[in-house]
C-alpha cells in the first residue's frame, strides 16, 4: 500500500514511518515547503496515487501558556481547517482511506465506568477541535477516527499536572503509531488507542479537582476517563506494547 503521511516529523509521525516501512509500505511525507496542509489543490497534487494517508500533524503548546485558550489556536486551526482539507484532497486524488488523530479527553466524566466509543462526549475549549476534526474525517467512506489518551513515554512530553483523581486514558507514542498503522487495513468508524490507568499511578502532580472550575484546559484533565481499546483490539489485534 502506498501511505501519504502527514505531520512525518512529529512525535507520532516519527514513530510512523519507520513501522510502515517495516510492514512493507511505500510511504510520502508531506513537504511543508512545498505543500500547505490548508490548501486542498496542493494536498491533492502530493497525495494523488496513494492508497491511504495518515494526517497526524498537531501543534500542541508546552509551555505554561497551554491553560490559555490562545495558545491553542493553531493547533485548533490544524485540527478542523487542516482536516477538512485533507478530506477534500482525498476525494479529488482518489485516496481510498484516511486516517485521522484525535483524543480520547472529549469523553464526559464517567466516574469508573469503561468508556467505549459509544460513551457520552462533553467537548469544550481546546479538545472541541477534534470533535470537528472527527466529523470531517468521518464524511469520507474510508474515514478512520482515532481518539488517542495522553502520549506518555518516548520523545512525548508529560504535561506538568493533572487535576482531580479518576482514571486516564494513557498511550506511549510508539503504540499510537501502531494503531494509526493497524487500522489501514480496518473497518472505517471510530477506535480508541490507549490504556486506563489511576491518575495517582501515573507519577504525576496533581492539583485540586476544584481547579476545573477555573479553565476548560483543567476541567478537562480534572474528568474521571476510563477509556478503553476494546474495538481497536477486536479489529485490528492491535495491544500496547509499553
Same mark, same amino acid.
Given at each position: ?10 512525535? !507520532? ?16 511525507? !508531506? ?119 495522553? !502520549? ?66 483543567? @476541567? ?13 483490539? @477486536? ?8
Amino acid at each position: 500500500m502506498k501511505v501519504f503521511v502527514i505531520g512525518a516529523t512529529g512525535v !507520532l509521525g516519527r514513530e510512523a514511518v519507520p513501522l510502515l516501512r517495516a510492514a512493507g509500505h511505500e510511504v510520502g511525507v !508531506l513537504d511543508r515547503r512545498t505543500t500547505s496542509l490548508f490548501d486542498a489543490g496542493q494536498l491533492a497534487a502530493a497525495m494523488t496515487g496513494c492508497d491511504a494517508v495518515i494526517n497526524l500533524a498537531t501543534r500542541i503548546p508546552l509551555s505554561a501558556k497551554a491553560v490559555l485558550a490562545s495558545a491553542w489556536a493553531e493547533n485548533n486551526r490544524i485540527r478542523t481547517l487542516g482536516s477538512a482539507a485533507v478530506v477534500e484532497a482525498a476525494r479529488q486524488a482518489g485516496v481510498g482511506r484516511i486516517v485521522q488523530e484525535g483524543i480520547s479527553f472529549v469523553y464526559a466524566d464517567g466516574g469508573d465506568r469503561e468508556l467505549d466509543e459509544d460513551a457520552p462526549l462533553a467537548p469544550v475549549g481546546h479538545v472541541a477541535s477534534s470533535v470537528q476534526a472527527q466529523h470531517n474525517v468521518l464524511a469520507h467512506p474510508g474515514g478512520v477516527f482515532l481518539r488517542m489518551g495522553l !502520549l506518555l513515554g518516548g520523545e512525548a512530553q508529560s504535561p506538568p499536572v493533572l487535576v482531580g483523581d479518576g482514571w486516564m486514558n494513557v498511550v506511549h507514542p510508539g503504540d499510537a503509531a501502531a494503531a494509526a498503522v493497524a487500522v489501514l487495513d480496518a473497518p472505517p468508524g471510530i477506535y480508541n488507542v490507549g490504556t486506563p490507568v489511576r491518575k495517582r499511578d501515573l507519577g504525576i502532580t496533581r492539583l485540586p479537582a476544584v481547579l476545573g472550575r477555573f479553565a476548560a484546559s483543567f @476541567e478537562v484533565f480534572s474528568r474521571s476517563q476510563r477509556v478503553v481499546s476494546t474495538k481497536l483490539t @477486536e479489529a485490528t489485534g492491535w495491544r500496547p506494547r509499553r
